[in-house]
């Protein structure tokens, strides 16, 4: 595919809003915690809904800050200015949008963030799957070895989405498309294998380089959250190093400005405030999804304004 073609993919007509307004693009990449694990709904069953979004909306402590999300009949609100392509799902950001329905990612604290920054149109491309590492899943092509087929599958997505935007969100057929921004949730698969992990800072950084490259979009703002599923408790040697790697990437010189890292071991909740005792899934508490989402929004526009 020539540069020529990678470049036209992203700009193009796509007649409700303005021609002059861009939308804003987005990717959200990653594993699992990516794809999101977040409880919604407030189930007996699950810890008496303990760390579950509606719960959140209903408890005092926590009241304040999410009962936003719903509206004045106690509905999940959805957002007009903000779309959402994950895989075969698309539709306004509203909680639902986890790895099956029911549940949240960092999408829906993402999108909260950006779409109130911007007058403008947003469009959140996430891109997920479970159980995937970036030495060997999404290793990119400057790592050496063979290419990652999930690295593949992330850069034809991505093509294919924008490419055939007219016809997902008609009501944008009089705008362009602004890829702005990309936000990665990754690490599990790499933590738990020493060789992945001891690599990892120098796969993350030519992971960054080669998206860049092979989207046509250098110096593309790129935001890290930190894989920091059992909080500041966590001890274990490849854990530790993981993280370590995960920000050491984000601040390798070349990338100053243009690299953000989301420190995330505040965001976690133990099991007896969330909804399970899956660690390694945050505990499906659909706080800290909310936040990493949030942390990682509020940093992606300090380096696009950065980048200006």
């Known amino acids: 595919m020539n540069r020529f073609f990678l470049c036209c993919v992203f700009v193009f007509s796509i007649s409700v809003v303005s021609a002059a307004e861009k939308v804003k693009v987005f990717v959200l990449a990653g594993q699992s915690n990516m794809q999101g694990h977040g409880k919604v709904a407030a189930q007996e069953q699950s ?29 999940w609100t959805d957002r007009a200015d ?6 075969e799902r698309k539709g306004n950001l509203s909680p639902g949008f986890g790895h099956r329905e029911g549940y949240i990612g960092p ?36 790592a050496g070895g063979e290419v990652g087929p999930y690295y593949k599958e992330l850069l034809q997505l991505t093509k294919t989405t924008l490419k055939n935007a007219k016809t997902l ?11 702005a921004g990309f936000g990665w ?8 294998n020493q060789a992945f992990n001891d690599e990892y800072q120098k796969n993350m950084v030519c992971f960054i380089n080669d998206v860049r ?21 966590e001890k274990h040697p490849r854990a530790v190093s993981l993280m370590k790697a995960q920000q050491a990437a984000a601040q390798t010189n070349a990338f100053h400005g243009n690299v953000g890292f989301v420190g995330t071991k505040d965001f976690y909740r ?22 990493i989402g949030e942390g990682m929004g509020q940093s992606m526009l300090k380096l696009i304004e950065s980048k200006k």
């Open 185 to 192: 949730h990754q690490g599990w698969n790499d933590r738990v």
């Open 169 to 179: 969100f008609p009501q944008y057929s009089d705008c362009e498309f602004e890829l």
């Open 270 to 291: 133990p099991k007896e405030s969330s909804p399970s005792g899956q660690a390694y899934h945050w505990n499906s508490n659909a706080e800290t999804y909310y936040l």
């Open 213 to 233: 490259k092979d989207l046509n979009a250098p110096l593309l703002p790129f935001v890290i959250a930190e894989t920091g599923m059992s909080g500041w408790e």
């Open 47 to 75: 810890n008496n809904g303990k760390g579950s979004l509606e719960w959140l909306t209903k408890n005092p402590d926590t009241a304040a800050k999410y009962s936003n999300l719903l509206d004045k009949q106690g509905n």
């Open 82 to 87: 903000v779309q959402i392509v994950y895989l």
């Open 107 to 142: 999408e829906l604290g993402f999108g909260q963030v950006i779409g109130d920054a911007y007058q403008a149109p947003v469009l959140l491309i996430k891109i997920a799957w479970g159980g995937k590492s970036l030495a060997k899943d999404f290793r990119p092509p400057s």
